[in-house]
Nanobody, 113 residues
Framework: QVQLVESGGGSVQAGGSLRLSCTLF????????MSWYRQAPGKEREFVSR???????YYVDSVKGRFTISQDNAKNTLYLQMNSLKPEDTAMYYC???????WGQGTQVTVSS
């Protein structure tokens, strides 16, 4: 059984920072190739960032230069450092194991102007 547990969400003002964490419990092979997605109210879930099994990272254009994805393989934990946050970043953020198809429960990020 695999479980993804996210944390680190919260409420910040525009320009602030948050760091999201996602820890995988279960098969460690599911910790390779992981992604972050987000879903704002009334909108579809969208891709934010992913990291592949050789550490290459990818970002949606709207977060490039502001968000950084990283991974601590020893802790089976995925991170998303979010800087210069904007109100349009407000959403529920989800991590996903691309290898195994599991999703976390989500953590809420709210950015006020």
């Amino acid at each position: 059984q695999v479980q993804l547990v996210e944390s680190g969400g919260g409420s910040v003002q525009a320009g602030g920072s948050l760091r999201l964490s996602c820890t995988l419990f279960g098969y460690t092979s599911c910790a390779y190739r992981m992604s972050w997605y987000r879903q704002a109210p009334g909108k579809e879930r969208e891709f934010v960032s992913r990291i592949d099994d050789v550490g290459t990272s990818y970002y949606v254009d709207s977060v490039k230069g502001r968000f950084t994805i990283s991974q601590d393989n020893a802790k089976n934990t995925l991170y998303l450092q979010m800087n210069s946050l904007k109100p349009e970043d407000t959403a529920m953020y989800y991590c996903k194991s691309d290898n195994c198809g599991y999703w976390g429960q989500g953590t809420q990020v709210t950015v006020s102007s």
